[in-house]
């Protein structure tokens, strides 16, 4: 496990938060077991070095046959204009296997987001992306789309 990483139990996954290169890594060890409409899976104020952060994680399948997922982060009042982590927020959605590496985009406060890696199921935000309030109200409302 990365220095700096604290590991949660919740709900029978397993989170772990991490800093990598000085950037924190959401959901980058958790699975969904498939992509169904099921109950969301939810973590409150988790402890960060930049204070709290809340989100919530909910998979369909779309009409397509593609995979939905609904991200909706919470972060600590104040962010945008403190203390920000020097390389941003990355968040890691692992999915079935089915989906893997098929990140196909991504939409944040219902506009679409372009920093993203399909290849590694990320959609990332930059130290910079942080520092601006629309983009952080926008962060609790992520659809990432996979094919």
């Known amino acids: 496990m990365p220095r700096g990483s604290r590991e949660l139990f919740l709900m029978g996954y397993t989170i772990v938060l991490h800093l990598i290169d000085c950037s924190p890594q959401l959901c980058s060890w958790l699975n969904f077991p498939c992509c169904t409409d099921g109950p969301p899976l939810v973590a409150n104020r988790l402890t960060t070095r930049y204070g709290r952060v809340s989100y919530t994680l909910a998979a369909s399948?779309?009409?397509?046959?593609g995979c939905i997922v609904h991200a909706y982060i919470t972060l600590p009042?104040?962010?945008?204009?403190?203390?920000?982590?020097?390389?941003?927020?990355?968040?890691?959605l692992r999915v079935p296997v089915a989906y893997?590496?098929?990140?196909?985009?991504?939409?944040?406060?219902?506009?679409?987001w372009a920093t993203l890696d399909a290849n590694a199921e990320t959609v990332d935000f930059s130290a910079e992306h942080l520092g601006d309030q629309q983009t952080v109200d926008g962060m609790r409302d992520i659809v990432a789309s996979f094919a």
Do not use: D, E, Q
């Not at 399948?61 to 046959?65: A, E, F, N």
């Not at 196909?104 to 679409?112: D, F, I, L, Q, Y």
């Open 61 to 65: 399948v779309s009409t397509g046959g």
């Open 77 to 92: 009042n104040g962010l945008a204009t403190g203390a920000k982590p020097l390389g941003g927020l990355r968040l890691r």
């Open 100 to 112: 893997a590496g098929k990140l196909r985009s991504a939409t944040v406060g219902g506009k679409a």
